[in-house]
C-alpha cells in the first residue's frame, strides 16, 4: 500500500548559485559528505547531480506529508548508488525513527537546467 508520493523540480542554477555563494556551510547543511563525494566526483557537471538529490529530498519530504518543515532535516536523508548506479534513499535520525519503516524508492533524472525526482513510500 502507498504511504505517500513526491515529486520535485529544481533548476541547477539555483543550486549552483547557491553552492557558490555560501560554499560548505551550504553543502553541510543540505548535503550529506556521502553525497558531497560522489557529486565532486563529476567536476564540470557536479551542480546537475547535486540538484537532483536536492530534489530527492524535497520529494521525500513531501512524500511524508510534511514538506521541509515539522522536524525535516535535509542532512537526515541521502542518496546514494548501488554498484548498478540506481539510487537508494538512506535515513538517519528523526527521519529514520519515524519512515524507516516504510520502503522508499527513488527516481532522479537531470538536463543541463533542471533536476527532477520522484519518490514512492510504501508500507
Known sequence: ?????????????RIKEA??????????????QVEIDYCELFKDNKYLHYAARFAAKESFSKAIGTGITKGFKFNEIWIKNE????????????????????????????TQGNGVAFVIMED
Not at 500500500?1 to 542554477?13: A, K, L, Q, W
Not at 519503516?101 to 532522479?108: A, D
Open 1 to 13: 500500500m502507498i504511504y505517500g508520493i513526491g515529486t520535485d523540480i529544481i533548476e541547477v542554477e
Open 19 to 32: 553552492i557558490l555563494k555560501y560554499g560548505d556551510k551550504f553543502l553541510k547543511r543540505i548535503f550529506t
Open 83 to 110: 554498484e548498478s548506479g540506481k539510487p537508494i534513499v538512506e535515513l538517519s535520525g528523526y527521519l529514520l525513527e519515524n519512515y524507516g519503516k516504510y520502503r522508499t524508492s527513488v527516481s532522479l533524472s537531470h
